[in-house]
């Protein structure tokens, strides 16, 4: 499976539904989701700054990723952006990978 990190932002509308239902509800929301996805939850914080909430997942594929966060979009209460993961491991194998790259003005 491939982890992602999902970097929610809520809008007016959604900071209203959390208000209401509270930040453990949203997190088994998320959750269910993943999970019916073939997914697994790994962590879900909450924070200040640019993005309201970090989510970490497993999920089957990158199709898998784009229909959850073409679906969570489409909503009006909050945005993502995501972010594939690579563990250190997947990494050792990157490098020993050759790639023939000219670089501009070169």
Known sequence: MTKFLVKASYTPEGIKGLLRAGGSSRKQAVEKTISEM?????????????????VIVELPDN?????????????????????????????????????NY?????
């Open 63 to 99: 199709l898998s990723a784009a229909a959850l966060a073409l679906n969570i979009n489409s909503s009006v209460q909050v945005s993502v952006s995501t972010i594939v993961l690579l563990d250190p491991e997947e990494v050792d194998e990157v490098v020993k990978r050759s790639v």
């Open 38 to 54: 073939g997914g697994k939850l790994l962590a879900f914080y909450f924070a200040f700054g640019e993005s309201d909430a970090y």
């Open 102 to 106: 000219r670089a501009p003005g070169n």
